[in-house]
């Protein structure tokens, strides 16, 4: 099983900010590697996959970048509704579809 | 427009039995892989299952295989989880998502609580 590690665990930033998440692959994910937001209380959101492929309908503030084991998401011009916790998932090496503990955004 | 409802969630005792169901709208059901993923309170994403279009290629996380069991009924429109021998650590929100293997859609979830 491929684990998917997330850092930091939590992020204290600025509307406005730019903030970098990590995720890192316990073994080469090649590009399978997708990023979800979660408000509180909903389902999670698609926003990236195939590494840096963003979602129908999310704003290009949202990027992702990386291969192989190491992975990031970059948010530009934080706004409020950007808090929100923050997980990758790997579907290179499946079942079992593995996801990263989280990184929240408070803002 | 795509919506996936899941039902069923409830509270249950250690060791009994329940059956979630997913409706899903706007999207030709059959098609699409379908996953459930679960949520425990205060903590993070955890893939459940995994069922192909036609209901005969069928996955489970280890920690529910044997006692969890998925299936589909495509004239529905309908996914299905049924778990059994349930325990204190099963109790989460489960949500249905479309597959395969990235899920741009997913239901509000629904909550399972396994309590004596």
């Known amino acids: 099983e491929i684990v998917m590690t997330q850092s930091p665990a939590t992020l204290s930033v600025s509307p406005g900010e730019r903030v970098t998440l990590s995720c890192r692959a316990s073994?080469?994910?090649?590009?399978?590697l997708a990023w979800y937001q979660q408000r509180p209380g909903q389902a999670p959101r698609l926003l990236i996959y195939?590494?840096?492929a963003r979602a129908t309908g999310i704003p290009a503030r949202f990027s992702g970048s990386g291969s192989g084991t190491e992975f990031t998401l970059t948010i530009t011009s934080l706004q409020s509704e950007d808090s929100a916790i923050y997980y990758c998932q790997q579907y290179d090496d499946w079942p079992p579809l593995t996801f990263g503990g989280g990184t929240k955004v408070e803002i | 427009e795509v919506q996936l409802v899941e039902s069923g969630g409830t509270l249950v005792q250690p060791g009994g039995s329940l059956r979630l169901s997913c409706a899903a709208s706007?999207?030709?059901?059959?098609?699409?892989?379908m996953n459930w993923v679960r949520q425990a309170p205060g903590k993070g994403l955890e893939w459940v299952s995994h069922?192909?279009?036609?209901?005969?290629?069928?996955y489970y996380a280890d920690s529910v295989r044997g006692r969890f069991t998925i299936s589909r009924d495509n004239a529905n429109k309908s996914l299905y989880l049924q778990m059994s021998s349930l325990r204190v650590e099963d109790t989460a929100v489960y949500f249905c998502?479309?597959?395969?293997?990235?899920?741009?859609?997913w239901g509000q979830g629904t909550l399972v609580t396994v309590s004596p």
């Open positions: 706007g999207f030709t059901f059959s098609f699409y892989e």
């Open positions: 195939d590494a840096s």
């Open positions: 069922i192909d279009g036609s209901g005969s290629i069928i």
């Open positions: 073994q080469s994910v090649s590009g399978n």
């Open positions: 998502a479309r597959g395969p293997r990235v899920s741009s859609f």
